[in-house]
């Protein structure tokens, strides 16, 4: 496990940064030591939230075991929270540019019922 206090761990260009610092203001529908979630502002589904760890760290490939339990443990707990578990929904992760990454910061998308293009 990394000391995730560190500083090296924020960047104040980062909007999710900012968002997790409280700079920003959000809809946020879950928070932990790790991992924050909030509604995604322009969504693509009747649900859609965005997960991303509190640290900041540019994408799936920078991350360490630790995190990713951590964020996976919120998924699923939230996906509960939200009554989609058994419904159904769809986790997405875009790593670098060519995949659509617009914020280098690792997030996750949780997307369930009537889901449109993205």
Do not use: W
């Not at 322009?42 to 990713?68: N, Y």
């Not at 159904?88 to 540019?97: K, L, P, S, T």
């Amino acid at each position: 496990m990394s000391d995730y206090n560190d500083q090296k761990y924020y960047d104040e260009n980062c909007i999710f940064c900012k968002i997790i610092k409280g700079d920003i203001p959000s809809s946020k529908v879950y928070e932990d030591d790790y991992v924050i979630a909030f509604n995604d502002i322009a969504p693509k589904a009747k649900v859609h939230l965005l997960v991303v760890p509190k640290p900041h760290v540019k994408d799936i490939m920078a991350t360490d075991d630790f995190l990713m339990a951590n964020v996976l443990e919120a998924i699923k707990s939230i996906s509960k929270k939200l009554d989609i578990a058994d419904k159904g929904f769809r986790v997405i992760n875009n790593c670098g540019a060519s995949a659509g990454q617009t914020v280098f910061h690792v997030h996750f998308h949780i997307m369930s019922g009537n889901l449109t293009d993205f």
